[in-house]
């Protein structure tokens, strides 16, 4: 490269400057500032908003905001007869859902979180019921503030909607995710928590009939933090079912 | 029993001493418990419980189909259902359903022929009989209720039936071949 | 998982042998016994990093088992946040791909979908900054190693989950990181050090202080790097006993209305895995002198537990994944012996 040394040169590279996030700097604020570690963020549910599907659901969890809608149970196309029916999550995220826009395409996180949420479910539709037919769950993530959120809420509204739907369910399924910042159980971690947490785990259970239907962690955690945070998070959901009890109850749609 | 909601998943209390329910829709046993597998409210007929909902269920055994006829074959008609038992299907969500020959009346079964029992556009009803395979449920329309119950002629009017096995057209007079359900 | 056409009398056939006391498998294990494990590292020439993994192969034709190869590949990428994701310090991408032949009954659509499941798992577990390895930053702030973690299942017999961990950690110890020495123009140093002495002195002084005289890369000023000859390829990845290992427990429920517990079981074959759905994964890690760390647990196929019941699949999980690990650290332990002893005669004989 040809220098003009009768110039002050400026520097070869330069940088554009990055500016850090709300909750995503290096450090976080522990203890938590705004609730403490055994809190969850409050939820609104609301079964019935999309008029045209079986079924659906909306849930906000602070930043967390998603659309659920159920669809069938329909005649499987393309597929070969099976004596029980298939459930089939599909999930997406809006272009302007994460602080970087994400293209409006089937990526990788989309098709994990769909995995995440049909694991779930699975367990709790009756499909024995319903042969040769399918049964689609479509989930639009508006707002996502961490993925452990996105699958926790994402689960919750999907069963209320399958409820709302009138499809047979042994039980309705709640799920909360959990983290493990330092030595303690935080749950219900927002993404900056979730990003400086040692690991994460989401439990989706059916409270009404005590069994755990999915159970995601990743991360490191000792046996006992995780069998703890597993207990921490089955207690919530015993919570957040009564919260889509309420909803389900009061829903105008099922009246 | 009490007339209030309840929830996927709720136990159903039961009076101790009394007679074990028979279960409708709706209601599951999980380790001799009843539950509920709807929301809705617990509805006893008889020895019966169960749960209504109104909703557009995929069609079974023994449902009471109506649907329109698709295809013609020498061998099969293809139906497109539309109404299962009494609830019908959201649009775009129909179900195939196909009856054989041998299976669209009770008697001469092996003379039957499939283009003097149904054209295509005429309104079926006819009651499920298998899940059949992969494609199509399998329907049959050998009872005196079942069969074509709404059929144009070939002059655009619809026809009135006049017998089991012909429709009449008002207007032209003229006699069309179809299997007819028994008017109700 | 991938499931095979089982018919409803081979199920039930299945499930009550698994249920029955004793229980009864149709090749005759136990069940926790693992089918015979074999592992060869070193396998791709052009790799940084390779295994070769087999479980169940049967020994005469070499056929008939659950076949994973895995390799990592390094790659320099620029850190620039303007110039993709290059992150200081490293990043480890894995990906998992299935050969059409290990799964003939799968649709093309159904094979990606599987993949992608592999794909997220393996990801998810071993890229997690929890386990990330220390060595592979080059220069802070300009250049940093990718690792491509790439594992292909080439033939599946049952329990693809567990031989491909252990392939992805044979691979990854195999993995041996280049040593690169930062290059520095001299003349720029020295003015540097005078202007250190009149002004903000402290700062440097105590960056100076940091570096040591073996580290080279630590050096900030270097703006370019080299790749010394030596007779190995590299110093192998920071921290690699830590890799984690999988189990996963299968397990066979009772038929509904019966009374009769939850009967665990390792290694299932292709039949045993479509005749009992639900299955808990558990990806062990044990690092020297602590207790045993979960890397990830999941619960795949539809079913249902009790938190107690969890709590003991866990804790049984975690005796089996221990064997399975000391198991794995031998072979691995002789490959290195082995494959050192061959590398060193080979640069030898140059």
Excluded at chain 1, 60 to 88: D, F, M
Excluded at chain 2, 168 to 183: F, I, M, S, V, Y
Aim: glycine letters at 8%.
């Amino acid at each position: 490269m040809s220098l003009d040394r009768r110039r002050i040169n400026g520097p070869d590279e330069s940088f554009p400057p990055v500016f850090a996030l709300d909750g995503l700097q290096g450090t976080l604020a522990s203890p938590r500032k705004d609730r403490s570690p055994t809190d969850i963020r409050p939820i609104f549910l609301q079964p019935g908003l999309i008029s045209q599907a079986n079924g659906s659901a909306y849930i906000e969890t602070a930043k967390t905001k998603i659309a659920c809608a159920v669809y069938g149970p329909r005649q499987s196309r393309n597929a070969a007869y099976s004596e029980t029916g298939r459930l089939n999550v599909e999930v997406k995220f809006t272009p302007f859902s994460c602080a970087r826009r994400r293209a409006p395409m089937r990526d990788a996180e989309d098709r994990s979180i769909a995995v995440a949420i049909h694991q779930a479910l699975v367990s709790s539709v009756r499909l024995d019921l319903l042969p040769k037919s399918t049964i689609d769950i479509f989930i639009t993530i508006i707002e996502s503030d961490g993925l452990d959120g996105c699958v926790a809420s994402g689960s919750v509204a999907a069963s209320a909607a399958l409820a709302d739907a009138g499809i047979e369910l042994l039980g309705l399924v709640t799920s909360c995710a959990a983290a493990i910042v330092g030595r303690d159980i935080w749950l219900d971690p927002t993404e900056g928590e979730a990003r400086f947490s040692n690991g994460t785990l989401v439990l989706a259970c059916m409270p009404a009939l005590k069994k755990i239907t999915s159970v995601w962690q990743t991360g490191e955690m000792q046996v006992t933090e995780a069998l703890g945070c597993m207990d921490a998070c089955q207690e919530k959901c015993t919570e957040i079912h009564s919260v889509v009890a309420q909803a389900l109850l009061e829903s105008p749609s099922l009246k | 029993m009490a007339s209030h909601r309840v929830l996927p998943g709720q136990p159903i209390s039961v009076p101790p001493n009394a007679p074990a329910p028979q279960l409708g829709g709706g209601i599951y046993v999980r380790d001799s418990q009843l539950r509920a597998s709807l929301v809705g409210e617990v509805q006893q007929e008889g020895p019966t419980l169960s749960i209504s909902r109104v909703r557009p269920r995929p069609p079974a055994i023994n449902s009471v189909v109506l649907g329109s006829v698709t295809r013609l074959s020498p061998l099969q008609a293809t139906i497109s259902i539309s109404v299962v038992d009494g609830v019908p299907l959201p649009a775009g969500e129909e179900f195939t359903g196909v009856i054989r020959s041998q299976d669209v009346r009770a008697t001469e079964k092996d003379r039957v022929k499939i283009a003097d029992s149904f054209r295509g556009g005429d309104v079926v009803r006819g009651v499920v009989i298998s899940l059949g395979d992969a494609r199509s449920y399998f329907l049959t329309t050998a009872l005196n209720n079942l069969g074509v119950i709404f059929a144009m002629s070939e002059a655009g009017k619809v026809m009135v039936p006049v017998s089991w096995k012909e429709m009449r057209c008002p207007e032209t007079g003229r006699l069309e071949k179809r299997k007819c359900a028994k008017p109700e | 998982m991938a499931s095979v056409s089982t018919s409803k009398a081979e199920v039930s056939y299945i499930q009550s042998g698994l249920l029955s006391n004793p229980p009864l498998r149709a090749d005759g294990r136990g069940l926790y016994d693992y089918r015979t494990v074999s592992l060869e590292t070193g396998v791709a020439p052009l790799a940084n990093g390779s295994a070769h993994l087999s479980i169940g192969q049967n020994p005469h034709d070499g056929g008939g088992g659950t076949e994973v190869l895995a390799a990592a590949k390094l790659e320099v990428e620029s850190v620039d946040p303007g110039k993709g994701e290059g992150m200081d310090g490293g990043r480890i991408v894995c990906t998992v791909s299935c050969s059409p032949s290990a799964y003939p009954h799968l649709s093309s659509s159904a094979l990606d979908d599987l993949q992608h499941d592999l794909t997220t798992l393996l990801h998810q577990t071993l890229a997690h900054p929890s386990l990330h390895p220390s060595n592979l930053a080059i220069l802070a702030g300009k250049n940093s190693w990718l690792l491509n973690l790439d594992c292909v299942v080439l033939a599946d017999a049952g329990n693809a989950h567990d031989a491909l961990f252990m392939a992805a950690r044979a691979a990854l110890w195999d993995c041996k990181v280049p040593r690169t020495r930062g290059v520095e123009y001299k003349a720029a140093a020295a003015p540097a050090a005078k202007v250190a002495e009149s002004g903000e002195m402290d700062v440097d002084r105590d960056a100076e202080a940091q570096q040591s005289g073996f580290d080279t890369r630590s050096i900030a000023r270097a703006v370019d790097f080299e790749l010394p000859d030596y007779w190995d390829e590299g110093e192998v990845l920071g921290g690699r006993e830590r890799w984690p290992v999988c189990v996963t427990l299968n397990i066979a429920a009772p038929p509904p209305g019966s009374k009769g517990s939850l009967v665990p079981y390792l290694d299932a074959i292709q039949q045993e895995e479509a005749a009992t759905p639900l299955r808990l994964l558990l990806v062990f890690s044990f690092p020297p002198a602590t207790s045993a760390r979960l890397q990830a647990m999941r619960i795949l196929g539809s079913g249902e537990l009790e938190s107690d019941q969890i709590r003991a699949f866990v804790g049984t999980g975690e005796n089996y994944a221990r064997q399975l690990w000391d198991a794995l650290n031998g072979k691995l332990r002789d490959e290195d012996i082995r494959r050192g002893q061959r590398a060193r005669d080979r640069f030898a004989r140059r």
